[in-house]
């Protein structure tokens, strides 16, 4: 595995979040990029009673001897409308990057020229900007600061984390209301950050989201809601059941 | 496609029950073996807001330009304690015919001391005999009698049929209170009945399950509640969500 | 179920295939539209061995106790590549409709200019026009000209039928060469013409992909091949496996 | 989550492995439990071309656009026969300890006894012991000398671990042959002496294989063979696909 051998160069000697890093990219990631990349890990694994949550444990309740069909039932909901902003924003990001001219070291204010013209081409196109807003944090998403600081602490504050900093400063000039930078996205501009392939990203997001859900299905196992949610929706509904 | 012209064998000249029947039995069922077939299939189609139905409608929800998850999803809860039934009777019933002396013309006497000690056998053994009871139809399950009336008009009354036609009878000695035959189990004894495997008979109970979960997420689409569905339970837990 | 009763008005006097449509389109078919329809699903069901079908061989040699994760696999292949092309061309002729004036009778000629404008349109965008092309039949996909008898002989020779025959008669012009209209995009033409909603074309298509994954996990359990599959694949690989 | 304040407890602070270790366990891993978990994790991540990710490739080819569906697809075969071995293992040490008397510092010849008897029962019973033997290691998998040091110098070395290198000795007595010990069973005793739920040891085993099928997912996407092994499939089969 890796060019390695798995048992002695590998086993007890790399993290489980290293190792995942190193098999999507083809390489080891630095100390820093660990930090960063297990961070936006953390970050994204479990987001409480989410539909992909609810449908996870409904499996569970209706296969219980499956616990491979109760996760593959939960990741599937990974997909544009709950899980897809990481893998969005980072795609945003790093498109306006492929057609903008910048250096690392450029000013801030250099950045907003770009962050702004890549609002208005959304705007003029009716595209969301993904990354911005959320439903339950409206001043700011309480991960994003932290996540800006890891990567500085590191030194992987890059350009995808730049322009993304840069749109949640001039966005309101455009949108005409200010509206928070959310984890999601900036796990997204962290991870194009890393290198990583764009088209990985919602990978990295279900991976997360995997260990979240062996969450929720221990917990369903100690202490089992799935009969509860399933009645309540039963009742309120006009269905006559044929068949439990 | 099973040795035959697709074109101009098969299309418009086979119906897709029929189709279904012959590409697991390979061999072409008679019309009336597709009756039956058809019968079951339509039995175990819907069910109103089971579990798998409301895991299906999530995953759309959450991914909605994906069809094929959330069809996925909603198969994924037919393991053995909401689509079980049908197979587990199947093999119930299957195999105490096989390790029991019968013809298929003997008198009703005869089939209940088989019954009766299949169901004994269980009862020692603390095992459930499959097919009996349902949360819903206390007394009676609508769908048995019609199923047991059209293998009758069909000539496909057979041995499993039979015997699960006398543990209605007998089950009551043994368990002490009477329970209903339930659909779920009497379309196993019809499919095996019918000749077909029976390690594939829970993959019936889900092509049948496939055609409703469809319905559920076109109902969805025309008439979303998954929304609703995901706010009732959240607002009901202790969680606080990170992010929607 | 449907307003119905579902053993006494359903069993044994609705078909499989038609209980699907009603489930979806939330009305019954006449026994036309059912014969349409049933000609599409049989049309659909199974190609061999498709990626597909070897995922579900290989999920089923995996985790033979799983026969729902098994066939979920197989339709989690039913995306934008392999199976999309019914959709896909019910919602290309659905949307040259909706744009075009055009009434059920006019002459060929008038729905060859719609068809040419529409394939000018495509080929200036660099889209591909659906349904267009076959790797295998060069020529003419037997399962087209059945289909369009069989909808003409049931009356349903509709406007998207209409508009597909058109394209096939104009395309040369602008492409410079000729494709035959292959089967899936003329289904996707037949269920259009049957006012189903185009969102769900592509559940139908896995439908009657679920019917063809049976068969082949029948026939993967009567003579199985997937392991021959598995070590065909692994001794042509660089991996030296860990473990089986 | 977890009673913790996500972006200021966790963030960069916790590692994944030890993320999702609490998660589903309940509580934090000290720093020793982390690394032999995370060393469990690395053990099974990857394994070449097995069933599974093989599945994961091919439904990828067919739809590119939904990653959850090809790692759902991926995981489905995570079933009784590829990776069902670690909970088995996980599940017969604690049944055979909950029902024998011993203590953590007990001599080797009172777990050989204790060992012997199990192997004897399960011999007697027809039973396989599970986590003896390998296809490919037929002496030794170097995967178990290196999981038995980590345990030891973490002091995780507990009674899941003594047992199974008992049974490591003693089974040739009884099964008149040595088969080594292999890493997934290894890797059960593992998890049981950390204390985790033996019902979801497959579950850890499915976020390791995660891992391991996201590398399989980026690297079919650097370098394709999903396309050449369908085709090499589809060549040597009877089948005539009528579409691709």
Redesign the interface.
Known sequence: ?LGQ????D???K????E??FW????RRPTPSET?VF??V???L????????A??AR??Y?????????????G?????????GVTEDAGRFLAGTLASSTWTDDMPDADWDTIALAAVKDARAERRLVPGLG???HKQE???T???Y??ASEEGLYGPHLRLFAAIGRVHPQVLGRTLPL???GVCGAALADLGL?I??L???A???R???I??H???E??DP??MD??H???R??A??????
């Open positions: 595995m051998d798995l048992a002695h590998l086993m007890g790399v993290g489980f979040g190792l995942a098999l999507v990219a083809g930090r297990e961070a890990l953390v970050a694994a479990d987001h409480g009673f989410t539909p992909t609810i449908a409904l499996t309740l209706s296969a219980p001897e499956s616990v491979q069909g109760a996760l593959a039932a990741l599937l909901g990974g997909g544009s409308r709950f899980l959320h439903p339950v998403d309480p991960r600061p932290v996540l600081t890891i959310n984890g999601a392939p088209d990985m919602r990978g990295f279900l991976l997360a995997a260990a979240g062996l969450g299905l221990a917990e196992r100690r809601i799935g949610i399933y309540a929706i039963d309120n509904t269905y006559i059941p044929d068949e439990a």
